[in-house]
């Protein structure tokens, strides 16, 4: 990220946390989980939005720190229910502290967020972006509740993985695009067009992120193979699974989600192994390549050609070469 786009992102959210004047005990919390080292993508994403709808960067930083702040909050209390032990490489709020002060911090963020739209628009445009950012917390907690919820399910399909993904992750990605064009008052089709891009990029985002965590490197800052523990139904394991044909793999896969996950390192080398060589990793370069063209086809037919727009397509060029 270019500095002066994280400096921007930056100041926004250390004024609003410095307005704010918490207590120690949430003011702590709060600080610890904005400052854990995070890519500061989906705001980025807003500034260049806005930028590229004719808009400043300075103009679209309130409603980018509200973006991120309200991320990072269902983050905490994502980190809860999964019990993740880890976030970017450092404990997760509730291991830091506990269950309690991570869930009072989380909600004093979405407070923080909300505070900064209302504060910084005129009346229309603040209306519309509290619209847009209420929407997608709405989706982004069904997205959660099913993500969970699968867990105990024996049979979940891709469409139906897809669908959550989509509201869980892509949906948030799509509101931080939707959000600089509202700012810069871009007409509907911009505005459709910045909700195509988002939303595929979040798709190919989320499905990066699945195979990073059976693929990747310890040092991606998560433990590798929480997924599997946690029992999740993840893109690697429901693709393999639709192509397994061997009865030990059957056997494994319906296992797993009937609610069995791997416990030790050992098991989790087998299915990481089963996966590979059932094409998940291929199946996912595919789609992750599907979702990153039609992002930034719906950019390119829709926005003229600047700067922002081209800083705009990058980011989903890098999503995809995001390494394993």
């Not at 931080?176 to 509202?182: D, L, P, Q, R």
Request: proline share 5%; aromatic share 6%.
């Amino acid at each position: 990220m270019e500095q002066h786009y994280r400096d921007t992102i930056e100041q926004a959210i250390a004024r609003a946390l410095d307005r704010t004047e918490l207590p120690p005990i949430l003011d702590e919390p709060v600080r610890y989980a904005l400052a854990s080292g995070g890519k500061r993508l989906r705001p980025l994403i807003t500034l260049l939005a806005a930028e590229a709808c004719g808009s400043s960067p300075a103009d679209a930083a309130p409603v980018a720190a509200a973006v991120e702040i309200l991320h990072n909050f269902t983050l905490i209390h994502d980190d809860i229910m999964d019990r993740s032990p880890l976030r970017r490489g450092r404990p997760t709020v509730y291991r830091a502290w506990d269950d309690a002060t991570a869930i009072l911090a989380g909600d004093t963020m979405m407070g923080i967020a909300y505070r900064l739209l209302s504060e910084h628009y005129p009346a229309e445009v603040c209306q519309h972006l509290v619209a847009e950012c209420s929407s997608a917390f709405v989706d982004v907690c069904i997205g959660q509740a099913e993500d969970l919820a699968f867990r105990t399910m024996p049979s979940v399909t891709m469409d139906d993985y897809l669908r959550m993904i989509g509201r869980k992750t892509a949906r948030l990605f799509a509101t931080a695009a939707v959000a600089g064009g509202i700012v810069a008052r871009a007409p509907h089709d911009v505005l459709a067009a910045l909700r195509t891009y988002g939303t595929a990029l979040g798709m190919a985002f989320q499905i990066r992120d699945d195979v990073l965590d059976l693929f990747g490197s310890p040092e991606f800052g998560k433990e590798l193979g929480q997924d599997l523990r946690e029992g999740k139904k993840t893109f690697p394991t429901l693709s393999a699974a639709a192509h397994a044909t061997d009865p030990n793999d059957l056997a494994t896969f319906a296992a797993y989600f009937a609610g069995t996950p791997p416990t030790d390192s050992e098991e989790i080398a087998q299915m990481r192994e089963r996966c590979r060589r059932l094409g998940a990793l291929e199946h996912a370069e595919s789609l992750i390549a599907h979702y990153l063209s039609t992002a930034n086809a719906a950019l390119e037919s829709h926005l003229p050609s600047t700067s922002a727009r081209d800083r705009l397509c990058a980011l989903a060029r890098a999503t995809r070469n995001r390494h394993l």
